[in-house]
């Protein structure tokens, strides 16, 4: 089903069954998650008190949920055992399982070690 400008505009929910705009107009005293985040809010357990959609042709519309903003919360600050917990966790993976070294980088879990454990020949055509 291909969505038009017009089956994306339904303010008062009667289609989809929450009010829904067309892209990049949604009323103020809305924002996705990703705009509360920027403002230094978290929807906080309200419900999805809206959507909006962007026409796709080949698969479903593109949604984003919103969230009013008089209801959200502010972020929970990083505690030191939250932050030392998430420095851990970047150490872990950075450092090769094969070398044990820290690569400098994330290592891609598509080779699962270090591009030089992963290709010593070229290593070795290097030197």
């Not at 400008?5 to 069954?17: E, I, L, N």
């Not at 505690?79 to 450092?95: D, Q, V």
């Not at 820290?102 to 290592?107: K, L």
């Amino acid at each position: 089903m291909s969505y038009s400008y017009a089956k994306c505009f339904d303010p008062s929910g009667a289609r989809h069954g929450i009010p829904t705009f067309p892209w990049r107009c949604a009323p103020d005293g809305y924002a996705t998650r990703r705009q509360l985040r920027a403002r230094g809010l978290r929807p906080g357990g309200q419900p999805v008190a809206g959507q909006v959609l962007r026409p796709r042709y080949r698969r479903g519309p593109l949604v984003a949920y919103l969230y009013r903003l008089d209801c959200a919360k502010p972020v929970r600050p990083m505690t030191p055992a939250k932050r030392a917990a998430l420095a851990k966790a970047n150490t872990a993976r950075r450092t090769c399982p094969q070398c044990r070294r820290d690569a400098g980088y994330v290592i891609p879990t598509s080779l699962g070690v270090c591009v030089p454990c992963a290709y010593p020949e070229d290593e070795q055509r290097a030197a």
